[in-house]
Protein backbone atom coordinates (compact mmCIF):
# COMPACT_ATOMS: atom_id res chain seq x y z
CA UNK A 1 0.00 0.00 0.00
CA UNK A 2 1.39 3.65 -0.57
CA UNK A 3 0.62 5.81 2.36
CA UNK A 4 0.99 9.54 2.63
CA UNK A 5 1.38 10.82 6.56
CA UNK A 6 0.62 14.82 5.98
CA UNK A 7 1.95 15.86 9.77
CA UNK A 8 0.89 19.25 10.57
CA UNK A 9 3.33 19.80 13.58
CA UNK A 10 5.27 22.96 12.92
CA UNK A 11 7.61 21.75 15.58
CA UNK A 12 9.95 19.54 14.24
CA UNK A 13 11.80 16.57 15.55
CA UNK A 14 9.30 16.99 18.83
CA UNK A 15 6.00 14.71 19.70
CA UNK A 16 3.96 14.74 16.23
CA UNK A 17 7.57 13.37 14.79
CA UNK A 18 8.12 10.83 17.03
CA UNK A 19 4.55 9.78 16.80
CA UNK A 20 4.65 9.74 12.88
CA UNK A 21 7.72 8.22 12.39
CA UNK A 22 7.13 5.53 14.65
CA UNK A 23 3.93 4.55 11.99
CA UNK A 24 6.03 5.19 9.32
CA UNK A 25 8.94 2.70 10.50
CA UNK A 26 6.41 0.13 11.32
CA UNK A 27 4.57 0.56 7.90
CA UNK A 28 7.69 0.02 5.81
CA UNK A 29 8.40 -3.08 7.91
CA UNK A 30 4.93 -4.47 6.81
CA UNK A 31 5.91 -3.95 3.56
CA UNK A 32 3.81 -0.39 2.80
CA UNK A 33 5.38 2.80 1.08
CA UNK A 34 5.41 5.79 3.50
CA UNK A 35 6.25 9.27 2.23
CA UNK A 36 5.68 11.68 5.30
CA UNK A 37 5.03 15.28 4.12
CA UNK A 38 5.36 18.36 6.45
CA UNK A 39 2.36 20.33 5.65
CA UNK A 40 3.67 22.59 8.54
CA UNK A 41 6.70 23.99 7.09
CA UNK A 42 5.23 25.07 3.83
CA UNK A 43 2.94 27.61 2.60
CA UNK A 44 -0.42 26.91 2.32
CA UNK A 45 -3.66 28.60 2.02
CA UNK A 46 -7.06 28.01 0.62
CA UNK A 47 -8.90 31.12 -1.20
CA UNK A 48 -12.45 29.37 -1.24
CA UNK A 49 -12.72 30.54 -4.54
CA UNK A 50 -13.49 27.43 -6.16
CA UNK A 51 -11.11 27.91 -9.13
CA UNK A 52 -9.97 24.15 -8.75
CA UNK A 53 -13.74 22.95 -9.43
CA UNK A 54 -14.17 24.71 -12.86
CA UNK A 55 -10.30 24.05 -13.56
CA UNK A 56 -10.08 19.77 -12.98
CA UNK A 57 -8.50 20.27 -9.52
CA UNK A 58 -5.74 23.13 -10.74
CA UNK A 59 -5.48 25.94 -7.64
CA UNK A 60 -5.10 29.30 -8.88
CA UNK A 61 -2.35 29.90 -6.54
CA UNK A 62 1.49 29.09 -7.02
CA UNK A 63 2.05 27.94 -3.49
CA UNK A 64 3.76 24.69 -1.70
CA UNK A 65 0.55 22.44 -1.78
CA UNK A 66 1.78 21.27 -5.47
CA UNK A 67 4.53 19.30 -3.33
CA UNK A 68 1.36 18.28 -1.37
CA UNK A 69 -0.96 17.12 -4.15
CA UNK A 70 1.76 15.15 -6.55
CA UNK A 71 2.52 12.20 -3.94
CA UNK A 72 -1.76 11.81 -2.96
CA UNK A 73 -2.16 11.14 -6.58
CA UNK A 74 -0.28 7.80 -5.84
CA UNK A 75 -1.81 7.42 -2.33
CA UNK A 76 -3.93 4.26 -1.03
CA UNK A 77 -4.33 5.82 1.93
CA UNK A 78 -3.92 9.35 3.80
CA UNK A 79 -3.04 9.61 7.72
CA UNK A 80 -3.63 12.68 8.92
CA UNK A 81 -1.42 13.49 12.32
CA UNK A 82 -1.56 16.70 14.04
CA UNK A 83 -0.66 17.71 17.55
CA UNK A 84 -3.77 19.42 19.44
CA UNK A 85 -3.01 22.83 20.93
CA UNK A 86 -6.13 24.52 20.95
CA UNK A 87 -8.88 21.76 20.81
CA UNK A 88 -8.52 21.25 17.41
CA UNK A 89 -6.05 20.25 14.73
CA UNK A 90 -3.15 22.69 13.76
CA UNK A 91 -3.85 25.66 11.56
CA UNK A 92 -1.11 24.20 8.63
CA UNK A 93 -2.92 20.83 9.14
CA UNK A 94 -6.01 22.72 8.53
CA UNK A 95 -5.00 24.43 5.39
CA UNK A 96 -3.64 21.69 3.59
CA UNK A 97 -7.01 19.96 4.30
CA UNK A 98 -9.02 22.62 3.27
CA UNK A 99 -7.30 22.45 0.21
CA UNK A 100 -7.79 18.66 -0.55
CA UNK A 101 -10.96 19.99 -1.90
CA UNK A 102 -9.77 20.72 -5.09
CA UNK A 103 -9.94 16.77 -5.26
CA UNK A 104 -13.82 16.96 -4.75
CA UNK A 105 -13.64 18.38 -9.09
CA UNK A 106 -11.81 15.00 -10.20
CA UNK A 107 -11.88 12.23 -7.44
CA UNK A 108 -9.87 11.26 -4.17
CA UNK A 109 -6.86 8.75 -5.82
CA UNK A 110 -7.06 7.42 -2.10
CA UNK A 111 -10.08 5.61 -0.20
CA UNK A 112 -8.51 4.79 3.16
CA UNK A 113 -7.14 6.97 6.00
CA UNK A 114 -6.54 7.49 9.65
CA UNK A 115 -5.81 9.82 12.16
CA UNK A 116 -3.38 10.30 14.94
CA UNK A 117 -3.32 13.17 17.63
CA UNK A 118 -0.96 14.00 20.55
CA UNK A 119 -1.44 16.33 23.38
CA UNK A 120 -0.88 17.30 26.56
CA UNK A 121 -4.01 17.21 28.04
CA UNK A 122 -6.73 14.49 28.35
CA UNK A 123 -9.79 15.57 26.48
CA UNK A 124 -9.24 17.86 23.81
CA UNK A 125 -10.22 15.77 20.94
CA UNK A 126 -13.59 15.64 20.27
CA UNK A 127 -13.27 18.73 17.80
CA UNK A 128 -10.73 17.05 15.71
CA UNK A 129 -12.19 13.42 15.69
CA UNK A 130 -15.76 15.47 14.97
CA UNK A 131 -14.53 17.28 11.54
CA UNK A 132 -12.50 13.80 10.46
CA UNK A 133 -15.30 11.19 11.20
CA UNK A 134 -17.44 14.03 9.10
CA UNK A 135 -15.20 14.51 6.27
CA UNK A 136 -14.54 10.81 5.67
CA UNK A 137 -18.69 10.26 5.59
CA UNK A 138 -18.87 12.52 3.13
CA UNK A 139 -15.88 11.89 0.82
CA UNK A 140 -16.60 8.03 1.72
CA UNK A 141 -13.08 7.21 2.91
CA UNK A 142 -12.74 4.41 4.84
CA UNK A 143 -11.48 5.31 8.30
CA UNK A 144 -8.33 2.91 9.42
CA UNK A 145 -7.77 3.74 13.10
CA UNK A 146 -7.86 7.06 15.21
CA UNK A 147 -5.05 6.77 17.90
CA UNK A 148 -5.13 10.04 20.56
CA UNK A 149 -1.89 10.38 22.93
CA UNK A 150 -1.72 13.00 25.94
CA UNK A 151 0.11 13.47 28.37
CA UNK A 152 2.91 15.06 26.23
CA UNK A 153 4.17 17.91 28.57
CA UNK A 154 7.76 17.59 27.46
CA UNK A 155 9.49 17.90 23.59
CA UNK A 156 10.41 14.04 23.76
CA UNK A 157 7.69 12.68 26.09
CA UNK A 158 6.24 10.64 23.01
CA UNK A 159 9.05 8.72 22.77
CA UNK A 160 8.43 6.77 26.90
CA UNK A 161 4.35 6.94 26.27
CA UNK A 162 3.46 3.22 26.24
CA UNK A 163 0.51 4.41 23.62
CA UNK A 164 3.35 4.74 21.19
CA UNK A 165 2.24 1.03 20.80
CA UNK A 166 -1.02 1.61 19.33
CA UNK A 167 0.84 3.76 16.64
CA UNK A 168 2.94 1.01 15.97
CA UNK A 169 -0.84 -2.00 15.98
CA UNK A 170 -2.34 0.69 13.86
CA UNK A 171 0.24 0.42 11.39
CA UNK A 172 0.56 -3.33 11.21
CA UNK A 173 -2.74 -4.48 10.77
CA UNK A 174 -1.78 -2.55 7.27
CA UNK A 175 -0.19 -4.81 6.32
Known amino acids: MNIVVLSGSPRKGANTDTMVEAFAETAREGGNTV ?27 KDDMADVIE ?9 FASPIYWFDITA ?18 FTKTA ?33 TISGM ?5 MASSPKLEEVRELARKLA
Open 35 to 61: EVVRVASKKIACLGCRYCFAHEGTCVQ
Open 71 to 79: PLKDADMVV
Open 92 to 109: QEKAAIDRLYAFGATGFP
Open 115 to 147: LLLDSHSEGVYDAAIAMYKSTCAYCKWEDQGIV
Open 153 to 157: TERDS
